[in-house]
């Protein structure tokens, strides 16, 4: 059935994967220049000349999170930012007198005046 060697690999696969000591040790994942610079930015290392040639899997997962969670926040207060310079700007054009409908209005009004003048060209011909 089971011999010995295949137990002792399974044992030993089984106590390998499971142990969260085990699996910091395991440096397999080789960065590149963006991950290093991620990295310095979340503040794991000073400098890029710091960083390591391979971090754990793990390592790198944390610091993607975070440079997640970093760029959602910046992307909701340039949104927030956004939202408000545009209610600026509608009330001072409201100040001015402008009005989407008005400018509807100009706009038709434009739209129909170069062919109501082509209609009357060919007419007059």
């Known amino acids: 059935m089971l ?6 690999g399974a044992v030993v ?7 969260p000591i085990m699996r910091q040790t395991i ?18 290392y000073k400098s890029q000349g710091e960083v ?5 899997q793990d390592e790198m997962e944390r610091c993607r ?3 997640r969670i970093r760029l959602a926040n910046i992307m909701i207060a ?4 956004g939202c408000a310079i545009m ?13 989407v ?9 434009q739209f129909k005046e170069p062919q109501a003048g082509d209609k009357a060209a060919p007419a007059a011909k």
């Open 13 to 19: 696969r089984r106590s390998f994967g499971s142990s």
């Open 78 to 81: 340039l949104t927030a930012v």
């Open 101 to 109: 409908s008005q400018m509807n209005l100009e706009w038709h009004k």
């Open 65 to 67: 999170n975070k440079m």
């Open 87 to 99: 209610v600026y700007s509608g009330k001072q054009a409201a100040k001015r007198g402008e009005s």
């Open 27 to 44: 440096k397999n994942h080789e960065p590149n220049n963006l991950e290093r610079r991620m990295l310095v930015w979340t503040g794991k």
């Open 3 to 8: 011999n010995k060697a295949t137990l002792i």
């Open 52 to 56: 390591p040639n391979f971090v754990s």
